[in-house]
């Protein structure tokens, strides 16, 4: 089975584009251009020093400034989860992509037109 190109039709120059992007030099300009997603990477220290902040705060007497630090820890921890979560999913349809040579563009495998 060839996967052939959705815009242009053409299968003999569709790669794959990991193998593609590893294959080329260094000092290349399409190989930064084709790079893989960045990675995100959640440092957690800060949320849950929060909670634990918010927890001695609560458990002081110190009930409404607890609560908006416990509501601001959970909101930080929840948008560092959905951060990675994207950045995982953008490496995911990065990896299992393709290039095709001749108009170039790249597209997921899944829009590739099975020959």
Known sequence: MT???PRCKD???VLDLPEYWRS???ESEARSKH???EA????WLLPVGAGVLAAVLLGSGVVAAGIALLVCAAGLGTWMLR???AAEEAKAVWERSLICLRCPVTFPREDAVAV
């Open 83 to 85: 951060q990675t979560s």
């Open 24 to 26: 080329l030099p260094r």
């Open 3 to 5: 996967l052939t190109c």
């Open 11 to 13: 299968h003999v120059q």
């Open 40 to 43: 995100y990477m959640a440092q």
């Open 35 to 37: 790079a893989p997603p």
